[in-house]
């Protein structure tokens, strides 16, 4: 079965600060890689996605994501935050032909002014 | 704006009561699915259609649920005697099937309280 592991729950970084999220996943196929952005009491944004191609992903909000396959990892990275990213993140993965996205549990990033 | 719509946003409601949530997906989306969000988790699928065929259920999703879309468009979500374990948030996403590189657009969910 497929897992995804977000290694922190809690990321707290000083506005104008770069930041990274970590992801890990596990699939012994081909997977498709997700980070979605959740503000409080809101559903959940795509920021960007990881099909296939170039492993440097950009999404929106000046975010961008690396996959790499040796690590089986997707980290999330942004150069410098701002008050207004403050929200959880959430990777998730699926496996191409399998239509359940299984997620990670989250990482709540709170920007500090 | 052309998004992904559920009703209602909230509901409290009390123990052994029946509930319904409604899912409204993008229009030309032919895939919807529903997950639980509780506190401190991510979202756990629950179940998902194609057009109108319910083709996959989780193990969570227990006898008192049921879903249906019956025109392959908008879903309903069925909760029957309402337990305190319930209270979550219920999220709806569509897709459009591209062969396996689709994208989950989600809604805003539906909060649940059990009393």
């Known amino acids: 079965a497929q897992s995804v592991t977000q290694l922190d729950s809690q990321v707290p970084v000083f506005e104008e600060a770069p930041v990274e999220l970590r992801c890990n996943y596990s699939s012994s196929v081909s997977v498709y890689l997700f980070w979605y952005v959740q503000y409080p009491n809101q559903g959940l944004q795509l920021l960007l996605k990881y099909l296939s191609g170039s492993t440097l992903v950009k999404g929106i909000n000046g975010f961008e994501a690396e996959f790499n396959k040796s690590q089986t990892s997707f980290h999330l990275r942004k150069p410098s935050v701002h008050i207004s990213d403050t929200a959880e993140y959430f990777c998730a993965a699926n496996s191409g032909g399998y239509q359940k996205v299984t997620f990670g549990i989250g990482t709540k990033l709170q920007v500090i002014p | 704006d052309t998004g992904v719509s559920q009703n209602p946003r909230h509901k409290i409601t009390k123990r052994g009561q029946n509930v319904t949530f409604r899912c409204d997906p993008i229009?030309?989306?032919?895939?919807l699915y529903w997950y639980r969000q509780t506190l401190g988790q991510g979202p756990e699928f629950l179940t998902y259609?194609?057009?109108?065929?319910?083709?996959?259920k989780s193990r969570l999703l227990s006898d008192r649920f049921s879903a249906e879309r019956p025109k392959g468009s908008f879903s309903t979500l069925e909760i029957q005697r309402t337990e305190q374990g319930d209270s979550a948030m219920y999220l709806c996403a569509s897709s459009k099937n591209q062969g396996g590189s689709e994208t989950q657009y989600f809604g805003p969910g539906t909060r649940l309280l059990v009393l």
């Open positions: 229009s030309e989306h032919n895939r």
């Open positions: 259609f194609q057009n109108e065929a319910q083709l996959e």
